[in-house]
């Protein structure tokens, strides 16, 4: 029987490229899903989940607001259960670079991508307290590690690692376990303007990975499952990258310095 058969995961970010394959991943292994995103195509994403005969409920949510979290958490307690699993995955990057960035940007960046974590965390936290079990997995980036551009964005996901290590800490003693996934360039939609500007983005990216590849969404719900499941029931605290070997070592430079191909 899977781990996840009578059990409830929840999913921010869930209507966008790797948040359909997350909730089709948990659904798949029996898991009932709450599906949360700020789009009410979530709504419509939730229906075929059900027609594809995966239990899942939707609400719509801007995950910055706490307000709004606790309204859509309600929603989904009431229609598919209390969530057994949060899987953190709502992102946005407003800027590539400091020059760009709006006091507004930074604002939107670290709303979402971090005090939008912590606001479902917190909402979550109190049920899994009362059931003595539960999982986080949040999904940084490799932002969060060293510097890639996009810097509101990476300051939130650096700051998401942090705050990842402290639920562990202080909610191991409840059963709450607490991991996060840190991917590197994931071929989504969300790439598409940029292939627009240059179609040879992901040949070109490819030399800094030593996998010679780029992650897929599959890529990192694989890690989110494992994550949350039974057989990683010893790991909490963890930061896991899952980036084809990028966060390994600069492979470009080695290059140049070793005159070596590898």
Known sequence: MSDFAGKTVYVTGAAGGIGQVLC?????????????????????FAEELRVAGISAASAVAEIGDATQVIAAIDTLRAEVGPADVLINNAGVSGASNLETTTAEIWRADIETNLNGAYHCSAEVLRDMKSAGAGAIVNIGSVNGLATFGDPAYSAAKAGLISYTRGLAMEYGRFGIRANIICPGTVRTPIWDHRVKKNPEIFKNLLRWYPLRRVADPGDVANAAVFLASDNAAAITGAVLPVDCGLTAGNIVMSREITLQEF
């Open 24 to 44: 089709r991943a948990f659904g798949d292994q029996g898991a009932a899903i709450g599906a949360i995103d700020k789009l009410d195509t979530v709504h419509g």
